[in-house]
């Protein structure tokens, strides 16, 4: 009987098994949280105290129906058409050289009866009230992107880099102070050349 | 009769299953850190558009969401189809979103309160009107910083 002496072993055989169950129960339960997207800011409620007045060849009109069909300044287009047609109006550049709205980056038609500069242009999107969400997010989608494309080729020019890595690393948290400080600057600088200016009205209802 | 005699052929020695609770274990703590318990059940019918120029939404504790979307099966026979806002667990009318906000400003630090971004969680077959509904109520709050959150994706796929 010396055997009793120590304390029974206890089997570990159904460790796995405990263990597997509780995984299961973890993997079951986890989700992977969605969390990115568009951001926006919305206009504060009170009206600016001095009225603006805006030139109407620095407004790009951007019109969604309850169809999804788009109208951009005026003209029926495709929403792949879209990012194009926004790019083309923000990198106009239409002022004259000398004066001070004069775009020396700009590498765009020079067109009188578009946009001044990237600092003036701005544009506004109207939807429907039966518009669906997602053809509205569509064209937000686009909107960004053509900022994003100039942006993009004016660090690639000025930083040999892509604004949106930028941008990113500079969000990060887990970014180093001084590297953050060091981007700030450039990130600020980009954002400078193409101000991102997109407006939203009202939506407005179909029946009126 | 040699001493190796005693091994029969083409016999597989068993293998041993000593380790397999410490592989478990280790996948076990892997999905038990990354897992992030849900606050609130989503009760709309929620597939978020896609995006491909995104951003990321860091920093959790910044984020306030509002859900919208039709009501799912369950709750459909008294919700009725149209889209619906969704704040925390139960279901509300536009006019109570801006409510909703201060309630939820008014819960984070002090310092916290001037940085909030509103994430909102439409569904991509909501229509602008009630969008449009919300983002009024929120410039009412000054809750100016949205974030339209969306899958990363094909956005002609809308």
């Known amino acids: ?23 299961i129960f973890f993997l079951v339960t986890t989700t992977i949280e969605t969390d990115a997207g568009l951001d926006r800011m919305l206009p504060p409620i009170e009206p600016p105290e001095t009225d603006v007045v805006i030139k109407q ?30 790019t083309a109006f923000l990198d106009n550049g239409g002022a004259v050289s000398g004066s001070p709205d004069y775009c020396n980056y700009c590498k765009g038609k020079r067109d009188a009866s578009s946009s001044d ?11 429907d009230r039966e518009t669906k969400y997602g053809t509205y997010i569509t064209v937000q989608n686009e909107l960004v992107g053509a900022y994003n494309d100039l942006r993009n080729r004016e660090a690639q020019r000025l930083y040999k880099r892509n604004f949106t890595d930028m941008e990113a690393e500079y969000l990060n948290p887990e ?34 | 009769m040699s001493k190796f005699a005693k091994k029969k052929d083409g016999e597989v020695p068993a293998v041993s299953t000593a380790s397999l609770p410490d ?53 459909t026979k008294t919700f009725g189809t149209e889209p619906k806002i969704q704040l925390n667990d139960k279901f509300a009318n536009p006019n109570e979103v801006g409510d909703y906000i201060l309630m939820e400003r008014a819960k984070k630090s002090q310092e916290l309160q001037n940085v909030l971004t509103t994430s909102l969680k439409v569904d991509k077959n909501a229509n602008m009107g009630l969008i449009s509904d919300i983002k009024l109520e929120l410039r009412k709050v000054n809750a100016l910083k949205v974030n339209y959150t969306t899958y990363e994706g094909d956005a002609f796929k809308n």
């Not at chain 1, 500069?117 to 939807?127: D, F, H, T, Y």
């Not at chain 1, 102070?177 to 407005?204: G, H, M």
């Not at chain 2, 850190?33 to 606050?39: A, E, F, G, P, R």
């Open chain 1, 1 to 23: 009987m010396a055997r009793r002496a120590g304390a029974p072993e206890v089997s570990a055989g159904s460790m796995a098994d405990i263990a597997f169950l509780l995984l």
């Open chain 1, 57 to 86: 060849k620095n407004i790009f009109q951007v019109n969604l129906n309850k169809d999804g069909q788009l109208l951009a300044d005026g003209e029926l287009v495709n929403l792949n058409q879209l990012r194009e047609k926004a």
């Open chain 1, 117 to 127: 500069s990237p600092a003036k242009a701005i544009i506004s999107v109207k939807s």
């Open chain 1, 175 to 208: 970014t180093d102070a001084s590297v953050k400080e060091d981007l700030k600057k450039r990130v600020k600088r980009i954002q400078e050349l193409f101000p991102q200016k997109l407006s939203e009205a009202e939506t407005s209802s179909s029946s009126n």
């Open chain 2, 23 to 75: 592989i478990v274990f280790m996948l076990l703590f892997f999905f038990m850190t990354v897992t992030v318990m849900k606050d609130s059940s989503v009760k709309v019918a929620n597939e978020l558009p896609q995006a491909n120029e995104i951003k990321k939404l860091e920093k959790k504790d910044r984020v306030i969401t509002i859900y919208v979307g039709a009501p799912t099966k369950e709750y």
